[in-house]
C-alpha cells in the first residue's frame, strides 16, 4: 500500500463542493467524474497558498517559468525534447483545444477526424468551433487501437484536423508507438493538424510507456499541437491552466496567432500549482501505484462476483472501460445501475459510436468502494447468487 489515501466518503461530500459530491443523492457511489478522491499533493497546495496570500493574484501573459518546468518534466518522463518557446497558455486543456481549432479550421465548415468511443465534450469542442465532426472508431473488437487504413479514407475524403485522445479516454489505452508513427505518416502525406490531448499522460502506469505525438511528429514532418495540463495528474483541474505545445515550424506560426487574451484568462494561481506539480514525482508515483493497486482489486473482485464482465486494461489514468454486455442491462448500463444499483458510472453510449452496452468507471478511490460497488452491480446483475458468490476467505467491504 502507497502512502496515498482516500478519505471516507462522507467525509469527501462533506469537504467538497464539486459535481462528483454533488451531482448524485447521498446512498449513490460517485464513480464518474474523472476527479481522484486522494489529497492534493502539499507541496502543490502550499505554493497555491502562498501565491494566496501574498495577493498574487492577478493577471497573466506568458507561460514565464511554467515553459521550463513542463519541459523538464517531458524530457524526464518521455524524452521529449520541448522548446520552450513554442509553449503557450491556456485556460484549460478544453480550452487549448478548442482555440487551437479555432485558429486552424476555417470559419465554417471545417472537418475534425474523432476516433470513439472517446472523451464526449470533444463533440462540443467540434461543435464550438464550428466543424463537423468525422467518425472513425477504434477497433474495440481488437484492441481499441487506432483504425489507419479507416482513418486515411477519412483524410483522404478532406479533413483539416484530427483530435487524439492519447492516453485514451475511455479505454485508458496509450497508442503504440507504431500506431503513432502510421498516423504522422498520414497527417503529413494529407497535410492534416494532429491536435493531440495528453491530459492523462504524467499517470502512465509502470510498464505501460507513453509516447508523445511530439516525439513522433518531430521524425516525420506532421504538423501537431499537443495540449496537456497537470489537471488530472496531479488533480487540479479547477486551478485553471493547461499548456499547448507546437511542436512544429508551421504550427509555432499558427499558435503566435493565439487571442492575447488566452494568458490573460488563465489562472496566475493555477499557474504556480502547474509549476510545483511537475516537479511532485513521489507523490504521482505513490497516487500511480495506488491507481493500479485499486485495478488489480477491480479485476479480483469481478472475477469473483461478475466474471462475465470485460475489463479493458488502461495503460495510463485511473478511468476503466467495462464491457458490461454480458450482463444484459441494455444499450447504457450505467443508467440502470444508477437507479437499480446507485452506482454513478459514465454512460457507455456518450462516448459515441461503440460505447453501447459498456460504462467507465472511476477507480482514484478509496479500495473499499470498489468493492462496493462490485457487489452492488452483482446484487443487480444475479440477484439471488450474489450473496452465496462471496467466498469465505474474503473479507467483507469495510463500511462506507
Ligand atoms: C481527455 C480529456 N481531455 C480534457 C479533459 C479536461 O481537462 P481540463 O479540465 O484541463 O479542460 C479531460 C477530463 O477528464 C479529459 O479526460
Known amino acids: 500500500m502507497t502512502g496515498i489515501q482516500a ?40 505554493t497555491a497558498i502562498d501565491h494566496l496570500l501574498r495577493s498574487d493574484t492577478g493577471y497573466l501573459d506568458s507561460p514565464g517559468p511554467l515553459a521550463a518546468a513542463f519541459a523538464e518534466f517531458a524530457l524526464t518522463a518521455w524524452a521529449w525534447q520541448v522548446d520552450e518557446s513554442r509553449v503557450h497558455l491556456a485556460t484549460d486543456v478544453t480550452v487549448g483545444v478548442l482555440e487551437t481549432l479555432r485558429l ?38 481488437v484492441d481499441w487501437s487506432l483504425d489507419l487504413p479507416a482513418i486515411e479514407a477519412a483524410f483522404a475524403s478532406g479533413v483539416d484536423a484530427i483530435l487524439l485522445c492519447n492516453p485514451h479516454n475511455p479505454t485508458g489505452r496509450s497508442h503504440r508507438r ?55 495528474g496531479w488533480n487540479l483541474a479547477a486551478l485553471k491552466c493547461a499548456v499547448a505545445v507546437a511542436n512544429d515550424e508551421a504550427t509555432a506560426e499558427l499558435l503566435a496567432r493565439f487571442p492575447e487574451e488566452l494568458a490573460a484568462r488563465t489562472s496566475i494561481i493555477g499557474l504556480h500549482a502547474n509549476i510545483a506539480a511537475f516537479s511532485c514525482q513521489a507523490w504521482l508515483n505513490d497516487t500511480i501505484d495506488h491507481i493500479t493497486d485499486n485495478y488489480r482489486l477491480l479485476v479480483h473482485e469481478l472475477s469473483i462476483h461478475l466474471p462475465e464482465v470485460r475489463v479493458v486494461q488502461p495503460d495510463a489514468g485511473y478511468l476503466v472501460w467495462l464491457d458490461l454486455r454480458a450482463l444484459g442491462l441494455g444499450d447504457d448500463p450505467a443508467a440502470e445501475l444508477l437507479t437499480r444499483a446507485r ?41 439471488e447468487a450474489s450473496e452465496q458468490r462471496v467466498p469465505a476467505e474474503l473479507e467483507p467491504a469495510p463500511a462506507l
Open 7 to 46: 478519505r471516507p466518503l462522507a467525509d469527501l461530500r462533506a469537504r467538497r463542493t464539486s459535481i462528483k459530491w454533488h451531482r448524485f443523492p447521498a446512498d449513490v457511489l460517485p464513480m464518474s467524474v474523472a476527479e481522484m478522491d486522494f489529497e492534493i499533493a502539499p507541496p502543490i497546495a502550499q
Open 104 to 141: 486552424a479550421l476555417p470559419n465554417q465548415g471545417g472537418r475534425v477526424v474523432l476516433t470513439p468511443p472517446v472523451y464526449a465534450p470533444f463533440y462540443e469542442m467540434v461543435g464550438e468551433a464550428h466543424a463537423e465532426a468525422i467518425d472513425v472508431p477504434l477497433r474495440a473488437e
Open 178 to 232: 507504431e500506431s503513432l508513427e502510421g498516423l504522422a505518416r498520414l497527417a503529413a502525406r494529407y497535410d492534416v493538424l494532429v491536435v493531440s490531448d495528453e491530459v492523462h499522460a504524467p499517470l502512465a502506469h509502470p510498464g505501460s510507456p507513453f509516447v508523445p505525438f511530439g516525439v513522433i511528429a518531430h521524425e516525420t514532418g506532421a504538423r501537431s499541437v499537443t495540449v496537456t495540463s497537470a489537471s488530472k
Open 343 to 383: 452506482v454513478a458510472l459514465n454512460s457507455g453510449p456518450s462516448f459515441g459510436t461503440g460505447g453501447r452496452g459498456f460504462a467507465r468507471m472511476n477507480i482514484a478511490c478509496d479500495p473499499a468502494t470498489i468493492g462496493e460497488a462490485v457487489r452492488r452491480i452483482a446484487a443487480v446483475a444475479h440477484p
